[in-house]
Antibody, heavy 117, light 110 residues
Framework: QVQLVESGGGVVPPGRSLRLSCAAS????????MHWVRQAPGKGLEWVAV????????HYADSVKGRFTISRDNVKNTLYLQMNSLRAEDTAVYYC??????????WGQGTLVTVSS | DVVMTQSPLSLPVTLGQPASISCRSS???????????LNWFQQRPGQSPRRLIY???TRDSGVPDRFSGSGSGTDFTLKISRVEAEDVGVYYC?????????FGQGTKVE
């Protein structure tokens, strides 16, 4: 069955960097576009970024453009989110999610990122 | 960006009674291939979101048939024919037609 397991969250001071990982299994990762979606504490869902299966196409939310980079390793079946210049408003649970063409069909359990001094 | 507006934001329900959530988009969600990429997700307390419905009205495997989706263009609805206790949570619509993809604010069913 499809499994998405995020890691790399934690507490980080404002202005610093953090890299999230998402280990995928149970499907052909190299064929699937993948997303990051986040949820601030007590708030709704916010789509963050997507990469095509081969990284040839990427899109970002305006709120993270220029600071976050989505990437993937199709040999390791792993999705990444490099987050630079972190701000307090980036505090959220970050979910890795699989694309189903115009939809998200599977979600990970999420990893919490807290930006605080 | 496409703005997704849900109503109501809070929906008190009675077990066994129907419930309905509206989702409106600021522009048409019809894609160039003719499909409409409007999705509904359920998020139970303490859990990750789970997809219920995609392409307006296609129910996911394992989703009870008391859930149904309808609509077209910019106006969409999620209906629960008879609310059960396990339906408590927050429901989100999301459009996958235009970049960036966007979610509604969420409707808390309690």
């Amino acid at each position: 069955q499809v499994q998405l397991v995020e890691s790399g969250g934690g507490v980080v001071p404002p202005g610093r960097s953090l890299r999230l990982s998402c280990a995928a299994s149970g499907f052909t990762f190299s064929n699937s576009p993948m997303h990051w979606v986040r949820q601030a504490p007590g708030k709704g869902l916010e789509w963050v970024a997507v990469t095509s299966h081969d990284e040839s196409n990427k899109h970002y939310a305006d709120s993270v453009k220029g600071r976050f980079t989505i990437s993937r390793d199709n040999v390791k079946n792993t999705l990444y989110l490099q987050m630079n210049s972190l701000r307090a408003e980036d505090t959220a649970v970050y979910y890795c999610a699989r694309d189903g063409f115009g939809t998200i069909d599977y979600w990970g359990q999420g990893t919490l990122v807290t930006v605080s001094s | 960006d496409v703005v997704m507006t849900q109503s109501p934001l809070s929906l008190p329900v009675t077990l066994g009674q129907p419930a309905s959530i509206s989702c409106r988009s600021s522009q048409s969600l019809v894609y160039s291939d003719g499909n409409t990429y409007l999705n509904w997700f359920q998020q139970r307390p303490g859990q990750s979101p789970r997809r219920l419905i995609y392409k307006v009205s296609t129910r996911d495997s394992g989703v009870p048939d008391r859930f149904s989706g309808s609509g077209s263009g910019t106006d969409f609805t999620l209906k629960i024919s008879r609310v059960e206790a396990e339906d408590v949570g927050v429901y989100y619509c999301m459009q996958g037609t235009h970049w960036p993809w966007t979610f509604g604010q969420g409707t808390k069913v309690e």
